[in-house]
């Protein structure tokens, strides 16, 4: 079951349950992207989160697809997202959803400076 959460003008939340659990979120913005993303209207998935105990149950797959629409629904084009360097699992997935590196940024983590790439992807189908 996927709960909409809308904020301010550019700004959503997606909630996923399973079996009447909360298992994950997605927070979506657009309207502005790093100079790397090329593709036009484009649309972040800034946050995109399953807690642990539901990994590998498939439920990432519809709060994906339930994204991606929703950023569609906002008029993006493109989407985009950064990902740590170090989280292997997280690349494949995104990987395996039609996004591929385009570039990386430096995400701040209190005082460490951590690698993020930039992952992208086209919405519009052809």
């Known amino acids: 079951m996927l709960i909409c ?10 909630l996923i349950k399973h079996h009447g659990e909360l298992a994950g979120f997605s927070q979506l913005r657009w309207g502005s992207a790093p100079d790397c993303v090329s593709g036009p209207a484009p649309g972040e998935i800034a946050r995109f989160y399953l807690l642990r105990e539901f ?7 519809p709060l994906m697809q339930s994204s991606l629409e929703a950023l569609q629904s906002q008029g993006c084009k493109t989407a ?22 385009v570039g990386e940024q430096i995400f701040v983590l209190g005082n460490d400076h951590q690698r ?3 992952l992208a992807r086209s919405l519009i189908e052809n």
């Open 5 to 14: 959460i809308a904020s301010p003008a550019d700004v959503a939340a997606l």
């Open 55 to 61: 990994h590998g149950t498939g439920v990432a797959l």
């Open 80 to 101: 985009w997202l950064g990902v740590w360097q170090e989280n292997p699992r997280a690349i494949a997935f995104y990987r395996k959803h039609g996004f591929r590196e």
């Open 116 to 118: 993020d790439f930039v």
